[in-house]
């Protein structure tokens, strides 16, 4: 018998994977396993939003908690936001980012910030639409993974 838990963790997992397919990337690590180790728990390093038509998991969010220091304030990272193709269009990718923004405004946040592909023009015409503005084009996205991560957390 199948939890309503783990159909959430499955149904995540696929979408995240699809969400990676869609940004031409392979499926990635993260699985239902994963969504339940780290989503849950004494320390959750991500909170879940799901959206639903007719019963069936269409879409999700994926945020985890921020602070930014210029405006000394808290705030939601946007990891992830995924609707089904079959779903798109239909406002369910409205509703997850006004889900998402309650949650930040109730929570005392004051901003809501993630990255999107320079080249996904659909996704970033979506957030344009929302009311979304680029705050700062002239900063580059950087990251710090794997050996080079560990090279530099060894010396």
């Known amino acids: 018998m199948l939890h309503q838990g783990d159909a ?13 397919a869609d940004d031409g990337y392979g499926p990635g690590a993260f ?26 998991i269409v ?3 994926m945020t985890y908690p921020g602070y930014g220091s210029i405006s000394a304030s808290r705030g939601l990272h946007l990891a992830d936001l995924f609707v089904d193709p079959g779903a798109r269009g ?17 929570g005392g946040g004051g901003w809501v910030s993630w990255t999107v592909l320079a080249g ?25 993974e794997g050996p080079a991560l560990g090279k530099l957390a060894g010396g």
Not at 13 to 18: I, L, Q
Not at 90 to 106: E, P, T
Not at 135 to 141: H, S, Y
């Open 120 to 144: 996904n023009i659909r996704s970033r015409a979506f957030y344009e639409r929302i009311g979304a503005t680029v705050d700062r084009p002239e900063l580059a996205c950087y990251s710090l």
């Open 59 to 61: 879409g999700y969010a």
């Open 90 to 106: 239909r406002g369910v990718g409205r509703a997850l980012m006004a889900a998402v923004a309650r949650v930040c405004r109730d």
């Open 31 to 56: 699985d239902a396993d994963a969504f339940r180790r780290d989503g849950f728990g004494r320390d959750p390093a991500f909170s879940a939003l799901v959206a639903k038509v007719e019963g069936a």
């Open 8 to 20: 959430v963790a499955k149904a995540d997992a696929a979408m995240a994977a699809a969400l990676n």
